[in-house]
Structure formats: C-alpha cells, structure tokens
C-alpha cells in the first residue's frame, strides 16, 4: 500500500500537480485496502505531494477502514456537510493547487462542481492513466489471490456441468452454482451469472431464464467470483448429448482461435497481435461477422479493467498483467461458443490462471 501510494505521489510531483481525488471504489482500495460499496453516499481518497493522504466516507465505515488505512479518515454522517469538512481539511493541510487529478470517467458533474468550489482556480486533469498503469501490473501478492479466485471458477463451473440435465432450467443450475460456491465462502461474484441454453447461447450477454436444456443444445456459462477484492472470469461451453456438424466446427473454429492467441502471448508483442491471432483464425472459418466483440479485457479489483484487448490496442504486452482471452461465435438459431480464461504474462510466456478442460464435452 504504501508503494503504491508512493509512486502516486512521486507522479503528482513530477508532473506539478498539487492534489489527486480518486472516487472509484476499486481505485479507493488500490490505494488503501479498505473495500467499500458507499452506494449514493461519497466515497474518496485526496493524496497530496506533500501532505499525508485523507481518506473520505461515510462515518459508519470508519471502524472498518481503520483496519488498514493508518493515515487520517474524515468521516461523515448522513446529515453533515461532507463538502464544507473537506474544505475546511484542506485548508487546515494548506493545500492550494492549480492542477487536481481526478478520475474523469467516474466523478459526477454535482461532486466536480463542489470539489471545483474548493480548487475556484485550479484546472483538473484524468487521474485515469496513472492509476491504470499502476494497477496493470500485478505483484505476487495481487498473483496469490487472482489464482484463488480462477481456481473457484473452475469449480464452480464443474458444478455447473456436473448440473446440466434434460428439462432443467437455466436459473436452476445458476442457483445451485451459486448455492455451492456460498458454501465455499464467496459472498460476491464478479458479474451476473450466466448460463444460456439452445438459441439463448448466440446472446454474447443473454439473461438467463426459465429455458429448459434439451438435446443437442450447446449450454454456455460464465462467471467468475471475488477473492479479497479480485475477480476471476472465466467462460467454457458444454453439448448436451450431441452436436451436429456445424456446432462442431463452431466449437472447434472457437478453440483454434483462442489458443492461437494465447500462444501469441508474450511481453514486448502488441495487444493487437493477440486479437488478430484469434479474430483472423476465426474470419478465416467464414465465422468473422458473429464475432462481434474485443477478444478479452484486463483483470483484477475490476472485472473489466484497463488494457482493452482490441486489434487496434498497439500496447506491447508486460510481465505481471493479467487479461481475459475470449473469442466467441454467436449464431442465431443455430448456438454460440465463448471460451474464456484469465491469462497471466509471465517473463517468456504466459500462465493460464483458469485450468477446467476447453476440449469439447458432451454431457450424456
């Protein structure tokens, strides 16, 4: 934490900027290791060049905040004035500043114009780039918990093959995932579950329902659960029974795909090559117009974090990032295929977090 919060500070004074306001619940636990869903109330972290840090929330999480952040925690009732006690904060620190970092894509316009009340003079800069470059690499602590994480999904994606029967629902077999995994200690999972049968498969983002699995129906599920702030996601799609032959050669264009690109990994090789590898292995099956979406995103506090994985990204790879592959073929009426996993960039290579089989299973 506080080479984290460190190397913040040494970009403040490098680049002259006075202040930095990060209002992100994932960047606010970056920083601090406190985890807090603040809901409509505010949420912050102000660190200076010069001046300790000050956390901001709501006073019936300063107990818990306590915990693990050590520095100053200003905290606020539901009928105090939050803007007015910052200020006042500030102005006993003695901060002054021309130039504030804030998160851009996440401040609201009525949090902006209080926090501008306070900085009149000030112009204010993304925050978003610094923080981004900070979190892409992982250390091994961040490595040790993404490895729990993935090996969760594993599971509980075996629970959910091992669920797959005839006239079952998709909401059953997510509620006995999720009943599973509760038992195991995990209390959030990273994103909706999804498990998508027949037609519902070739929905990239379908919801899941009272669709009963029948026969020769592909059943897709992905999901991933939270490890001590971390997320794991991970995507593998099972046959009920049988495939016809195009399903097969959906299902085994997808997988030539996605391990294409994995064995394109390596540092120094551009984001775009990653996606090329697989959206041109794809295209080159006659499948590249049910391809519809980048091949995957980075991972971490966030599910959907910086960098995306797009064939226009020219960011060279680094050791210690941590990204989703998953290449997908979405066929109306006929059934989609994604296959997902959590890639870890090692020195030479990579290391796949997410380990359950990719080769095709027909559950009898």
Known sequence: MHQRLEKLTHWLKENDIQAAFLSSTPSVFYMSQFHCEPHERLLGLFVFQEAEPLLVCPKMEEAAAKKTWKYDILGYTDTDNTWDMIGKALQARGIKGHSIAIEKEHLNVERYEYLRSLFPEASFISAESQINELRLVKDEQELTILRQAASMADFAIEIGVNEIAEGKTELEILATIENEIKKKGI????????????????LPHGVPGLNRIESG????????????????????????????????????????????????????????????????????????????????????????????????????????????????????????????????????????????????????
């Open 187 to 202: 209390n959030k999972m990273s994103f909706d579950t999804m498990v998508l049968t027949g037609a519902n498969s070739a």
């Open 217 to 364: 129906d592909f059943v897709l599920f992905d999901l991933g659960v939270v490890i001590d702030g971390y997320c794991s996601d991970i995507t593998r799609t099972v046959a009920f029974r049988s495939v016809n032959e195009e399903q097969q050669r959906i299902y085994d264009t997808v997988l030539a795909g996605q391990l294409k690109a994995i064995e394109a990994c390596k540092p120094g090789v551009a984001i775009a090559e990653i996606d090329k590898a697989a959206r041109s292995t794809i295209a080159d099956a006659g499948y590249g117009q049910y391809f519809p979406h980048r091949l995957g995103h980075g991972l971490g506090i966030s599910v959907h974090e910086y960098p995306s994985i797009t064939d226009v990204n020219e960011t060279p790879l680094k050791e210690g990032m941590v990204f989703t592959i998953e290449p997908g073929i979405y066929v109306p009426n006929v059934g989609g295929v994604r296959i997902e996993d959590d890639i870890y960039v090692t020195k030479d290579g990579v290391e796949i977090l997410t380990k359950f089989p990719k080769e095709l299973q027909l559950i009898k």
